[in-house]
């Protein structure tokens, strides 16, 4: 490797109709794309739910279900799959699609599946979880969820538990993600 | 710009537990991420489908439903609807996800929605499309679609129009988009 570091500027390169991000260097064209999120709402026999405590940035010590970016060459079941054994150990059962939502600001779409864990014993934080609990409805700690999605997919989770139409659920009325449920602002994260 | 031409070896960047390319440069990761396809079937109110006829490769004269791939900054219901105006030129109603398909071997997702269109005179080719037209379903070029996954889609939409449940569909049974539903073979492909 040379002395070179990486240093880019935006242009538009021929043929395109966009900006993108150019190589000052040797011209390469760095597209970028949005991204996807696979991830689950986990349910043990008892109905409770899974959640893991991040422990990475952002949002180190919030809470979250099992969620990350889905990997090249796999479906997203088997990448929300792959998730929930990296991050709590869990080796679940996915059911269906429980909802698609979208951040724009971040270019993420998620996609979230309803799944079940029969053995609620066979949990165990991965290296991106400082732990993994399982947790009642009432018992969830609705203040320290770390991203909006969070929010949303134990309530949707809980509507579908409840009988609600099959239909995935999208982003509340309004709600691009930006904030949390209660109005406290969010740093621009990755799950 | 310097005298420099692209140049990546695969290679696993520290703290990553993959191998990615990586510019023999000056070092900077191209991570690569699965990538979303954003489409439609769009009808207009005899219930006929919109089919476009690509003017480009892959899979150049063969007939595909409005789609292509997901933007920076916009939702997928709003990158739907941009690609049947840039590629037909209708401006359409978007109702529902119809269908998530997967096709792992080219690590590309596929979120394909109903759609409406109440003026059927309103469509037009756009740069891509070599003419565009309304199909009844017996007049569907069923030897002549460009991808699996348009087949896919145009039958779950007519499961849909018949009242099928609203659940989202997947891939077929044992279906990985590799090849057609008659079997033969496809380019590797974009949509």
Request: hydrophobic share 40%.
């Amino acid at each position: 490797m040379s002395e070179l570091t990486p240093s880019f500027s935006l242009r538009v390169p021929e043929g395109d109709g966009a900006e993108r991000r150019v190589c000052d260097h040797c011209g390469f064209v760095a597209y970028e794309n949005p991204k996807i999120v696979v991830g689950s709402v986990v349910r043990d026999p008892a109905r409770r739910v899974l959640l893991c405590r991040r422990a990475i940035e952002p949002r180190r010590g919030f809470w979250t279900i099992p969620a990350g970016y889905m990997e090249l060459g796999e479906t997203p079941e088997e990448g929300a799959g792959r998730e929930a054994l990296e991050e709590a150990g869990a080796r679940i059962e996915i059911r269906r699609l429980l909802a698609i939502y979208s951040v724009p600001r971040i270019s993420q779409v998620q996609l979230i599946y309803r799944a079940d864990l029969p053995d609620p014993a066979a949990i165990e934080a991965g290296p991106e979880s400082l732990e993994v609990a399982w947790f009642g409805w009432d018992a969830i700690p609705w203040e320290d969820l770390a991203f909006p999605s969070v929010h949303w997919a134990l309530r949707h989770d809980r509507e579908a538990e409840e009988g609600a139409s099959p239909v995935p659920f999208t982003n509340p009325e309004g709600a691009a993600g930006d904030r949390m449920p209660d109005g406290r602002p969010l740093p621009v994260g990755d799950f």
